[in-house]
């Protein structure tokens, strides 16, 4: 089982430009949550996808979106990059299938830089 | 915003055990209590959750007070890689397993 993997790990983008963020869900899991961490900060929740669609969005500005595909993996995409937007993006899988209190298993992040 | 209160930082000595607090002291009765931790640079790692009774697993153990206002995470015997910042949040039991509201955690320093 390969767990939750994302892509790329690093990438460096100018201001302005567009990123997209990749990631597979753990084998299993049909929900994947999307944060972003900030240096010296605990992780901010962005959104979640599950069957496809957004179900539940953290306070993030419509610059950020996404999709989830038929296989469950997730794409984030932010538009006009900021400075600020320079941060680790997680990727949280998890399965909304299993009854009961179930862990969200985490990626590795990828670590965008805005210059 | 995070409903727990955690200390910024926390010293152990290798070998020791790290006893780590968290207070959630507006808790509902039908949340729970979770760990994880995160390793410099890594994504978190899930370590243990509990409702109202004390849990153990081959990583920690989850002591909850009977008022469950309060709650610590027990490292047996902590070692140099224990050393991460460790999140406590509580959650409602159930659906959307995925999100989660992280607090500024404990940064826990294992000194050899």
């Known amino acids: 089982d390969a767990g939750v993997t994302q892509s790329p790990t690093h990438l460096i983008k100018t201001r302005g430009q567009q990123v997209t963020l990749r990631c597979s869900p753990k084998s299993g899991h049909d929900t994947v949550s999307w944060y972003q961490q900030a240096l010296g900060q605990g992780p901010q929740f962005i959104f979640q996808?599950?069957?496809?669609?957004?179900?539940q969005r953290g306070n993030f500005p419509d610059r950020f979106s996404g999709h989830q595909f038929p296989n469950y993996s997730s794409e984030l995409n932010v538009n006009a990059l900021l400075l600020g937007d320079s941060a680790l993006y997680l990727c949280?899988?998890?399965?909304?299938?299993?009854?009961?209190?179930?862990?969200?298993?985490f990626g590795q992040g990828t670590r965008l830089t805005v210059v | 915003d995070a409903k727990t209160t955690q200390p910024t930082s926390m010293d152990c000595a290798e070998g020791r055990a790290a006893n780590l607090p968290c207070n959630h002291s507006?808790?509902?009765?039908?949340?729970?209590v979770y760990w994880y931790r995160q390793i410099h640079s890594q994504g978190p790692q899930y370590i243990i959750h509990?409702?109202?009774n004390n849990e153990t697993n081959e990583m920690a153990s989850l002591i909850i007070t009977e008022d469950r206002k309060s709650s610590t995470l027990i490292l047996p015997h902590a070692t140099l890689r224990d050393t991460a910042v460790y999140y406590c949040?509580?959650?409602?039991?159930?659906?959307?397993?995925?999100?989660?509201?992280f607090g500024q955690g404990t940064t826990l320093q294992v000194k050899p």
């Open positions: 949040i509580v959650r409602v039991a159930g659906g959307n397993t995925g999100k989660l509201i």
């Open positions: 949280a899988s998890s399965s909304d299938r299993r009854q009961g209190n179930t862990e969200a298993f």
């Open positions: 509990g409702l109202k």
């Open positions: 996808y599950y069957e496809e669609e957004e179900r």
């Open positions: 507006t808790i509902s009765g039908n949340e729970y």
